[in-house]
């Protein structure tokens, strides 16, 4: 079994307020979990806004360092800080899709800057012929063309073109893996399923393993194998995704699915806060609590 | 009932000049609506159809290349009437905030990254809500609150917040003055669910309480059934089909409302769906005829040379498609 | 570059009329060349002579020609200002960039230093240099002087400026399409900086003027060098309030006067020129 990813009991503690406060605030709690190479898997992280999702996928990026433990990539070291060549590679194998296409592109820049770049920097081919019909071919897997994306700017397109270019770009140097933090927030419905579709294929046909970051825990049970959710930066369950959101356990999972807006009762506004669930998710506010060990790996935090 | 906006056969096109050959991108085209008073009015649509285009016109944040070529757009505050586009800018400056509020799509990039949450706060609402500093900052904590932020954000920078709670203090930002308006580009799609749930119930709530109305753009489905009154669905430019958001669920009349209605995935239920064949139209150069028929399953050959009107089809429902009156047993049957 | 100077010109009041007044300091200032007379010499004219067709501006009690001393007065003090502003600009950008870009130690100790040296005061510490240093302090050391306390303010906006910059999804996105980090900082980065850089310098320089006249009105300064703080000395030193020599007090005012305000203006409408949110919108993007 090779190990393509490992995050092993990762801490990440941010500094708030000035130099000599000790203000911390423990944005990502003790996380662990393997991804294997030879099993591609789409890999859920769903949880609380502000819980340390991207904090999280940052640390595996190398974007950010860790405070405690560490984050292993095909048995090295994921090391922002490394030198050039060594970065080069582990880009070459993981590459990020971002939550905000808005802001993914630098504004003041063209689009196909990044596209060319990443075609000519990362996969190393000078031809601009050949550069072209890559890009071209990333652009057709999302339902893009060269014509329409050639010399624009990012506020000359909308949020969907947006994101699509950006996993259009993210595919061109075949991945092993994608960190994708929020892919699907701001397209319509359809193309949030042509997309998700698109991850799940990406899984089957090219056997990249997938970090999928979400808030939309219906497209997490239609694509995901493995799942965890968080809660202030803490774990508090994880294991198979569809047993997990069929039947959660934890209070805190219990009430995003209470929460999940249903359309069946359309027009008529149930925004009603499940209180009982909320009330037994603030009673254990504060306690860290125990991982204990259920039937088919699933794995839930419990306090005494 | 009233009406706050009244649209009448708006066309709003973004005109680049490039190096001598005009490119027209048509995000509007031939829109009418109207937003009544104390309601909640969604849009849905394909991304680029243009929504966000359509409420820039809203907001009076319309910025060359984008220009109202035809058609015109009236408010109605009751106190105050307003053609955002005849009047004075000042004018229309003056009511920002108080009257109507943007909240924009992409909130992150709307907050200065130099400038602290609680500075920002100070730039926009202070003056529009016409109390003293020392009485504002309470205020402001009362109402972050509301939205489950901390008072200590006031103190952040916008890159020190994660991506949710960015977009709550933006919406803190547009409602944080009661306005009588309020237009809201994806406002909730960084949220969790929870939370997303107590911030629509506290927009749902400012707006009952004020009576006010709002304009709700999302692509999420769900958060349409559950806070709109009615909804307006758009494709390529053109409103194709408007009614109670109840009916639209129920019985969607344009095959493009029904194909968004029924690829929502659900909990529970593995069943593969698929997204809509062949690409989203250009707007630059659309297709002929119905803008939808080169993707829309049942369509005929009148449909690829006139272009349907939105007409009305009684329960206040406005559909844009020649076959209106029997898309779900003609969809069932090329299935 | 010169179609946004006449966008400027035509479409922002502010900004033509400081962009007139500076020029009319400007071009004083460089009449200073063509002086028939030597600033630093006394007595060769007749004192207290009121303005007249043949001296324009008078002369004053130790018989100077009141025109071509303010010509020096006026290079010397914008010489002043533009020295301190280049190099306290070059230190705010070096220390912001690396502080911001670094972070870490290299940014707690910088920003230790810079917390430092914004909460020192600054006249006692010049007025102290000028005791002990006395004759040594020449124009270009007192400008070293005030350009070394003149940085913090500026490094530290430029530092927060990169670290959102640094955290910005854009600069991620570039990072991971390959491209060198240099190359993002120069050509990412530097665009939203070098508008801060710019207007800080015009801000930077009113307040070095500023220093300099205050200084030197109180005799902390090298008085035999005109600039608009010595002017303004001397003319204390003669009395020339009581004594009714008001156009030795009127004109140097005057100047200052059109000085700050045409630096004011520009600086400010600058400011929102090159703000890139504001440029972005004038594109048609953004909000
Ligand atoms: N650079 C930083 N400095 C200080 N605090 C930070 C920084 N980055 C993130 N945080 C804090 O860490 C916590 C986790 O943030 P993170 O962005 O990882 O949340 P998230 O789970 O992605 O939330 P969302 O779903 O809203 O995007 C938040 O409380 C945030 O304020
Ligand atoms: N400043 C601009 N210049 C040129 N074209 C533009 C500009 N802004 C938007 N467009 C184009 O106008 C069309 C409509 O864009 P708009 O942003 O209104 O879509 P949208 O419906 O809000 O989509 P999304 O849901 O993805 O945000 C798109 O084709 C887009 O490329
Ligand atoms: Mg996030
Ligand atoms: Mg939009």
Same mark, same amino acid.
């Given at each position: 079994?090779?190990?393509?990813?490992?995050?092993?009991?990762?801490?990440?503690?941010?500094?708030?307020?000035?130099?000599?406060?000790?203000?911390?605030?423990?944005?990502?709690?003790?996380?662990?979990?393997?991804?294997?190479?030879?099993?591609? %898997?789409?890999? #859920? !992280? *769903?949880? =609380?806004?502000?819980?340390?999702?991207?904090?999280?996928?940052?640390? /595996?990026? $190398?974007?950010?360092?860790?405070?405690?433990?560490?984050?292993?990539?095909?048995?090295?070291?994921?090391?922002?800080?490394?030198?050039?060549?060594?970065?080069?590679?582990?880009?070459?194998?993981?590459?990020?899709?971002?939550?905000?296409?808005?802001?993914?592109?630098?504004?003041?820049?063209?689009?196909?800057?990044?596209?060319?770049?990443?075609?000519?920097?990362?996969?190393?081919?000078?031809?601009?012929? %050949?550069?072209? #019909? !890559? *890009?071209? =071919?990333?652009?057709?897997?999302?339902?893009?063309?060269?014509?329409? /994306?050639? $010399?624009?700017?990012?506020?000359?397109?909308?949020?969907?073109?947006?994101?699509?270019?950006?996993?259009?770009?993210?595919?061109?140097?075949?991945?092993?893996?994608?960190?994708?933090?929020?892919?699907?927030?701001?397209?319509?419905?359809?193309?949030?399923?042509?997309?998700?579709?698109?991850?799940?294929?990406?899984?089957?046909?090219?056997?990249?393993?997938?970090?999928?970051?979400?808030?939309?825990?219906?497209?997490?049970?239609? !694509?995901?194998?493995?799942?965890?959710?968080?809660?202030?930066?803490?774990?508090?369950?994880?294991?198979?995704?569809?047993?997990?959101?069929?039947?959660?356990?934890?209070?805190?999972?219990?009430?995003?699915?209470?929460?999940?807006?249903?359309?069946?009762?359309?027009?008529?506004?149930?925004?009603?806060?499940?209180?009982?669930?909320?009330?037994?998710?603030?009673?254990?506010?504060?306690?860290?609590?125990?991982?204990?060990?259920?039937?088919?790996?699933?794995?839930?935090?419990?306090?005494? | 009932?009233?009406?706050?906006?009244?649209?009448?056969?708006?066309?709003?096109?973004?005109?680049?000049?490039?190096?001598?050959?005009?490119?027209?991108?048509?995000?509007?085209?031939?829109?009418?609506?109207?937003?009544?008073?104390?309601?909640?009015?969604?849009?849905?649509?394909?991304?680029?159809?243009?929504?966000?285009?359509?409420?820039?016109?809203?907001?009076?944040?319309?910025?060359?290349?984008?220009?109202?070529?035809?058609?015109?757009?009236?408010?109605?505050?009751?106190?105050?009437?307003?053609?955002?586009?005849?009047?004075?800018?000042?004018?229309?400056?003056?009511?920002?905030?108080?009257?109507?509020?943007?909240?924009?799509?992409?909130?992150?990039?709307?907050?200065?990254?130099?400038?602290?949450?609680?500075?920002?706060?100070?730039?926009?609402?202070?003056?529009?809500?016409?109390?003293?500093?020392?009485?504002?900052?309470?205020?402001?904590?009362?109402?972050?609150?509301?939205?489950?932020?901390?008072?200590?954000?006031?103190?952040?920078?916008?890159?020190?917040?994660?991506?949710?709670?960015?977009?709550?203090?933006?919406?803190?930002?547009?409602?944080?003055?009661?306005?009588?308006?309020?237009?809201?580009?994806?406002?909730?799609?960084?949220?969790?669910?929870?939370?997303?749930?107590?911030?629509?119930?506290?927009?749902?709530?400012?707006?009952?309480?004020?009576?006010?109305?709002?304009?709700?753009?999302?692509?999420?489905?769900?958060?349409?059934?559950?806070?709109?009154?009615?909804?307006?669905?758009?494709?390529?430019?053109?409103?194709?089909?408007?009614?109670?958001?109840?009916?639209?669920?129920?019985?969607?009349?344009?095959?493009?409302?029904?194909?968004?209605?029924?690829?929502?995935?659900?909990?529970?239920?593995?069943?593969?769906?698929?997204?809509?064949?062949?690409?989203?139209?250009?707007?630059?150069?659309?297709?002929?005829?119905?803008?939808?028929?080169?993707?829309?399953?049942?369509?005929?050959?009148?449909?690829?040379?006139?272009?349907?009107?939105?007409?009305?089809?009684?329960?206040?429902?406005?559909?844009?498609?020649?076959?209106?009156?029997?898309?779900?047993?003609?969809?069932?049957?090329?299935? | 570059?010169?179609?946004?100077?006449?966008?400027?010109?035509?479409?922002?009041?502010?900004?033509?009329?400081?962009?007139?007044?500076?020029?009319?300091?400007?071009?004083?200032?460089?009449?200073?060349?063509?002086?028939?007379?030597?600033?630093?010499?006394?007595?060769?004219?007749?004192?207290?002579?009121?303005?007249?067709?043949?001296?324009?501006?008078?002369?004053?009690?130790?018989?100077?020609?009141?025109?071509?001393?303010?010509?020096?007065?006026?290079?010397?003090?914008?010489?002043?200002?533009?020295?301190?502003?280049?190099?306290?600009?070059?230190?705010?950008?070096?220390?912001?960039?690396?502080?911001?870009?670094?972070?870490?130690?290299?940014?707690?100790?910088?920003?230790?230093?810079?917390?430092?040296?914004?909460?020192?005061?600054?006249?006692?510490?010049?007025?102290?240099?000028?005791?002990?240093?006395?004759?040594?302090?020449?124009?270009?050391?007192?400008?070293?002087?005030?350009?070394?306390?003149?940085?913090?303010?500026?490094?530290?906006?430029?530092?927060?400026?990169?670290?959102?910059?640094?955290?910005?999804?854009?600069?991620?996105?570039?990072?991971?399409?390959?491209?060198?980090?240099?190359?993002?900082?120069?050509?990412?980065?530097?665009?939203?900086?070098?508008?801060?850089?710019?207007?800080?310098?015009?801000?930077?320089?009113?307040?070095?003027?500023?220093?300099?006249?205050?200084?030197?009105?109180?005799?902390?300064?090298?008085?035999?060098?005109?600039?608009?703080?010595?002017?303004?000395?001397?003319?204390?030193?003669?009395?020339?309030?009581?004594?009714?020599?008001?156009?030795?007090?009127?004109?140097?005012?005057?100047?200052?006067?059109?000085?700050?305000?045409?630096?004011?203006?520009?600086?400010?409408?600058?400011?929102?020129?090159?703000?890139?949110?504001?440029?972005?919108?004038?594109?048609?993007?953004?909000?």
């Amino acid at each position: 079994m090779s190990k393509l990813l490992e995050v092993k009991n990762v801490v990440k503690k941010f500094n708030t307020g000035g130099l000599f406060s000790n203000k911390k605030l423990t944005a990502v709690n003790d996380v662990s979990f393997t991804l294997d190479k030879n099993k591609p %898997e789409i890999f #859920t !992280i *769903i949880g =609380e806004s502000g819980s340390g999702k991207t904090t999280l996928a940052r640390m /595996i990026l $190398g974007l950010e360092s860790t405070t405690q433990g560490e984050i292993l990539h095909e048995g090295k070291l994921v090391d922002g800080k490394a030198n050039r060549s060594t970065r080069m590679k582990f880009m070459q194998s993981v590459q990020p899709v971002f939550q905000n296409p808005f802001e993914a592109f630098n504004p003041l820049k063209k689009i196909d800057q990044y596209l060319v770049s990443t075609t000519r920097e990362l996969l190393q081919i000078e031809d601009d012929d %050949e550069v072209k #019909t !890559i *890009i071209d =071919e990333n652009l057709q897997k999302v339902g893009l063309s060269h014509t329409e /994306i050639m $010399g624009r700017y990012p506020h000359e397109l909308s949020g969907g073109q947006l994101q699509r270019t950006a996993i259009a770009r993210a595919l061109i140097c075949n991945p092993s893996l994608l960190v994708a933090d929020e892919p699907v927030s701001m397209v319509d419905a359809s193309l949030k399923m042509s997309i998700v579709n698109l991850l799940q294929s990406l899984r089957d046909d090219f056997g990249v393993n997938v970090i999928y970051i979400t808030h939309d825990l219906a497209t997490a049970y239609y !694509i995901s194998d493995r799942i965890i959710i968080m809660q202030k930066g803490l774990v508090v369950e994880m294991g198979p995704a569809r047993p997990i959101l069929d039947d959660p356990k934890h209070p805190y999972s219990q009430l995003l699915k209470a929460s999940v807006l249903s359309i069946a009762d359309a027009g008529n506004g149930q925004l009603q806060p499940a209180t009982d669930l909320i009330e037994i998710v603030n009673r254990n506010e504060g306690q860290i609590g125990k991982m204990q060990t259920y039937e088919g790996s699933r794995h839930v935090r419990e306090y005494s | 009932m009233s009406d706050v906006l009244t649209v009448n056969k708006l066309k709003a096109y973004y005109i680049m000049n490039y190096f001598g050959t005009k490119r027209e991108v048509r995000a509007v085209d031939n829109v009418s609506l109207t937003i009544r008073k104390n309601e909640i009015y969604g849009i849905a649509g394909e991304s680029s159809s243009g929504k966000t285009s359509l409420i820039k016109v809203f907001a009076a944040a319309m910025r060359p290349p984008f220009e109202i070529v035809d058609g015109d757009i009236k408010f109605d505050f009751g106190d105050v009437k307003i053609d955002p586009y005849a009047e004075d800018k000042s004018k229309v400056d003056a009511l920002r905030w108080s009257h109507f509020s943007y909240i924009m799509q992409g909130s992150m990039s709307v907050l200065n990254p130099v400038r602290k949450i609680g500075k920002t706060f100070e730039d926009f609402a202070l003056k529009p809500m016409g109390v003293s500093k020392a009485e504002f900052i309470p205020l402001v904590i009362e109402h972050l609150k509301k939205l489950k932020l901390s008072p200590d954000i006031l103190n952040s920078y916008p890159h020190e917040l994660s991506g949710g709670m960015c977009q709550r203090v933006t919406i803190a930002l547009a409602t944080v003055c009661r306005p009588k308006f309020i237009i809201a580009d994806e406002p909730t799609t960084a949220l969790d669910v929870v939370v997303q749930k107590e911030v629509l119930s506290m927009i749902r709530g400012i707006q009952q309480e004020m009576g006010s109305s709002v304009v709700f753009v999302t692509h999420d489905m769900s958060v349409h059934a559950n806070i709109t009154d009615r909804i307006g669905i758009f494709y390529a430019g053109r409103l194709v089909e408007e009614g109670p958001t109840k009916l639209m669920f129920e019985q969607p009349k344009h095959p493009y409302t029904y194909h968004l209605v029924s690829s929502i995935p659900r909990i529970g239920d593995t069943q593969r769906r698929t997204s809509l064949e062949g690409k989203p139209p250009s707007l630059a150069t659309p297709p002929n005829g119905c803008r939808f028929h080169p993707r829309c399953p049942i369509a005929t050959d009148k449909c690829s040379q006139e272009n349907p009107e939105l007409v009305d089809v009684g329960e206040g429902r406005r559909v844009a498609c020649f076959h209106s009156d029997k898309v779900k047993p003609l969809l069932e049957a090329a299935q | 570059m010169f179609k946004v100077f006449s966008d400027l010109m035509r479409y922002n009041i502010e900004f033509a009329i400081g962009f007139f007044l500076f020029l009319f300091v400007f071009i004083f200032g460089a009449l200073s060349f063509f002086s028939p007379v030597d600033p630093t010499q006394i007595y060769m004219l007749v004192p207290d002579i009121k303005p007249n067709a043949q001296y324009w501006f008078g002369t004053n009690s130790r018989g100077q020609d009141l025109f071509w001393q303010m010509t020096f007065a006026v290079r010397n003090s914008l010489l002043f200002g533009f020295t301190v502003a280049m190099m306290s600009r070059v230190l705010s950008l070096v220390i912001g960039l690396v502080s911001g870009y670094a972070g870490g130690w290299a940014d707690r100790i910088l920003m230790f230093v810079n917390d430092i040296f914004v909460s020192i005061p600054v006249f006692p510490i010049l007025v102290l240099f000028f005791f002990v240093l006395r004759d040594d302090l020449t124009t270009l050391n007192l400008a070293i002087l005030v350009a070394l306390l003149g940085w913090a303010f500026d490094a530290r906006l430029i530092r927060s400026m990169m670290l959102s910059l640094k955290h910005r999804e854009f600069t991620q996105h570039a990072i991971f399409s390959g491209m060198p980090m240099h190359k993002i900082v120069l050509k990412e980065h530097l665009p939203y900086i070098m508008p801060i850089v710019f207007s800080t310098a015009l801000a930077n320089m009113i307040w070095s003027i500023g220093i300099e006249v205050t200084l030197a009105v109180l005799g902390f300064a090298n008085i035999s060098i005109p600039t608009f703080g010595t002017m303004l000395y001397w003319a204390n030193n003669h009395s020339a309030m009581i004594a009714g020599i008001w156009w030795w007090i009127l004109i140097p005012v005057v100047f200052i006067a059109m000085t700050f305000l045409g630096l004011y203006l520009l600086s400010v409408s600058l400011n929102e020129y090159i703000d890139p949110r504001q440029r972005l919108r004038r594109m048609g993007g953004g909000s």
